[in-house]
């Protein structure tokens, strides 16, 4: 497997990871590569790998907090059908397009981006950095935006059903 970007914080670095047994048919003069990291580089590496130890933590940390308050709103509202995690990776699936596009607008008024994919999902991708104060900005936009914009569309359809009738 070979890695690059992320390795050095932007640097150009990259690495390739063997297994033991394949490293063993591997000897010097081989390979050649121009990103094969001189002094700083491979200084920044190991300091980012440094940060990454302690990094996992929070990540887990903070993905259970940001997975427990859209359960919450997902307890709170019916049009939130659910909601799905691994780590900081988040989704919450909306009864409607119409309705996640909305939201998706709601939010971006509100100075928050976000993603929706597959037309129903919400896909939130949060920088690892994120602390509660921004989940909780998040969640409490989303739960504005569900109470609005669920009204909306009610509304909406049933002025729509009055007119074709």
Known sequence: MTVAKPLAAGLP????LTTNRVSLSMHAGLHGTTFGGGPLACAVAIEVLRQLDGLLH???EL???FQ???????AKHACVREVRSLGLMLAMEL???DLAKSVVQELLHEGILINRTHET?????????IEEKHVDRVVRALDAAFSTTALKLTSNSKHNARSRN
């Open 95 to 97: 009864e409607s397009a």
């Open 121 to 129: 999902v919400l896909r939130f991708l949060p920088p690892y950095i």
């Open 68 to 74: 427990a308050q859209l359960n919450w709103l997902q």
């Open 13 to 16: 670095l990259g690495a390739i």
């Open 63 to 65: 993905g259970a907090y």
């Open 58 to 60: 929070h990540v887990e």
